[in-house]
T-cell receptor
Framework: AQSVTQLGSHVSVSEGALVLLRCNYSSSVPPYLFWYVQYPNQGLQLLLKYTSAATLVKGINGFEAEFKKSETSFHLTKPSAHMSDAAEYFCAVTQTGGFKTIFGAGTRLFVKA | SQTIHQWPATLVQPVGSPLSLECTVEGTSNPNLYWYRQAAGRGLQLLFYSVGIGQISSEVPQNLSASRPQDRQFILSSKKLLLSDSGFYLC????????????FGDGTRLSIL
């Protein structure tokens, strides 16, 4: 069975600091991995996706994530946080041939001025 | 381009009243469709998904039901709402037969009084 674990329900960084949001997955077959962002009272928006083409994936708004099979991780990073990055972030995994996506519990990112 | 519409944006209903939330997708055919619920400060709970007209899979036993009367229309219903049905309801779609991302509507905030 697939699962996704996001380490840290809340992460706080200063504006301009590195953003690191952690995600570990469990999947018996090669996974498809995604990061989504959710702003208050809105739906989820796709940030980036890993579909086995390249281990380092670049997304929107300056975010990127690296797929590490040996660590079963797909951590999300951004070199310099902006105030507008404050939101909730979800890591998700879909199994090859599957209809369903498993979402992590989410990490709320706070950005301090 | 593809778009997804969800309405209403907010809804306040008394306990025991019926519910109908509607979701439509434009610009694509034969999508997979999904209903999620997001309780305050919590992750996404998959309620229903559909891979075709009239085909509904339920993930969680509850007093909610879903229907797909047309290819790009997905409806979430209840005959009698409970207090525990309060939450943020999200509709999503994905391309069928491709392990791609899901695309979300803006959600409906449902409050039960």
């Amino acid at each position: 069975a697939q699962s996704v674990t996001q380490l840290g329900s809340h992460v706080s960084v200063s504006e301009g600091a590195l953003v690191l949001l952690r995600c570990n997955y469990s999947s018996s077959v090669p996974p498809y991995l995604f990061w989504y962002v959710q702003y208050p009272n809105q739906g989820l928006q796709l940030l980036l996706k890993y579909t086995s083409a390249a281990t380092l994936v670049k997304g929107i708004n300056g975010f990127e994530a690296e797929f590490k099979k040996s660590e079963t991780s797909f951590h999300l990073t951004k070199p310099s946080a902006h105030m507008s990055d404050a939101a909730e972030y979800f890591c998700a995994v879909t199994q090859t041939g599957g209809f369903k996506t498993i979402f992590g519990a989410g990490t709320r990112l706070f950005v301090k001025a | 381009s593809q778009t997804i519409h969800q309405w209403p944006a907010t809804l306040v209903q008394p306990v025991g009243s019926p519910l109908s939330l509607e979701c439509t997708v434009e610009g694509t055919s034969n999508p997979n469709l999904y209903w999620y619920r997001q309780a305050a400060g919590r992750g996404l709970q998959l309620l229903f998904y559909s891979v075709g007209i009239g085909q509904i899979s339920s993930e969680v036993p509850q007093n909610l039901s879903a229907s797909r009367p047309q290819d790009r229309q997905f409806i979430l219903s209840s005959k009698k709402l409970l207090l525990s049905d309060s939450g943020f309801y999200l509709c999503a779609w994905s391309v069928r037969s491709v392990n791609g991302p899901q695309h979300f509507g803006d959600g409906t905030r449902l409050s039960i009084l």
